[in-house]
């Protein structure tokens, strides 16, 4: 005799212990990482990337650290710093933590040169005026702060070719100590092109400042930037969405250089740092 309904019985007699469990214990999620990671020590001119907990606001000396879904946040050690650093840490249940940061220092090369120029060494008053203005320009495009995390990824090469000027670097010219190497030289050949070393937005472009010559500013998210400078030709304005490898102009001796090279600094907000530290720290 054929029994109609055994099929089903069958079935859920076989899926009863599992529906049971479901129906008795609740869904299980991921533990949220509540771990505060920073690296124990970096170098001068280093741009540092470390974790909090989601919820938890870091502070590094006076500014807020803006953080990635992911808890990264970011900051900048300048060229003289002593350290150690400290970050604040307050998490979501209102616990506050220091953090330090170890700054191993570095040794900065100076070269003096006499018998320079007067006015190459302090320009002229109008010359120096526009200096100014020009410089401010470009400061306050360094002070954009969002949340885009290029910084975040490793950055690559913006042109190729030999390191004719190092970060840090200070020369003394007749006596007068000038600033210290804010950036690093490549040398090219005029017309190479250069490409963006992270992805990016570009915050300031202009063809022919007096110093800099052709000049673009590239911004990667939480206040740290690039800038290219001395460019032939600039080929993307301000507002544009760049990606990591596009061309954004080409190599040149504009402004105040003595050759074709391009100069590549970075900053963190008005913090100078190493481009070199950045492309050894994604290798």
């Known amino acids: 005799m054929r029994l109609k309904g055994l099929p089903v019985l069958l079935a859920l007699a076989l899926l009863a212990p599992i529906i049971g469990a479901l129906a008795q214990e609740p869904a299980v999620t991921p ?7 920073f690296p124990t020590s970096v170098q001068q ?5 470390g974790k909090v907990p989601a919820g938890s606001i870091a502070r590094y000396r006076e500014r807020m650290l803006r953080a990635t879904p992911y808890g990264s946040v970011v900051f900048g050690v300048g060229r003289d710093e002593a350290g150690p650093v400290e970050v604040e840490v307050t998490g979501a249940d209102g616990r506050q933590q220091t953090i330090q940061v170890a700054v191993t220092p570095r040794d900065w090369p100076v070269e003096k040169i006499d018998g320079v120029p007067p006015a190459t060494v302090e320009p002229p008053p109008e010359i120096a005026a526009r200096i100014e203005r020009e410089q401010a ?12 995390s290029d910084f975040a990824r490793p950055f ?5 070719g030999r390191i004719s000027g190092r970060f840090g670097n200070q020369r003394i ?3 007068t100590p000038k600033s210290p190497h804010s950036g690093m ?3 090219a050949a005029s017309g190479t092109p250069v490409l963006a070393p992270a992805g990016g937005i570009v915050t300031f472009a202009a063809p022919d400042l007096y ?14 930037s690039s800038n290219f400078l ?20 080409a190599v040149g001796a504009t402004g105040r250089a003595t050759g074709p090279h391009l100069h590549w600094g970075m900053n963190w907000f008005d913090v100078r740092i190493d481009p070199l530290l950045v492309l050894e720290r994604g290798q």
């Open 137 to 148: 320009m470009v400061t306050a495009a360094r002070e954009r702060d969002d949340d885009r």
């Open 230 to 249: 001395h460019l032939s030709r600039i080929d993307v304005k301000v507002g544009e969405r760049v990606t990591q490898g596009q061309r954004i102009g």
């Open 185 to 187: 030289d490549v040398a």
């Open 156 to 160: 690559v090469w913006p042109v190729q």
């Open 45 to 49: 001119g280093a741009l540092v990337i």
């Open 211 to 224: 110093l800099t010559g052709g000049t673009v500013l590239l911004d990667h998210g939480h206040g740290v």
């Open 173 to 175: 010219y007749n006596g």
């Open 31 to 37: 533990l949220a990482d509540t771990r505060i990671v």
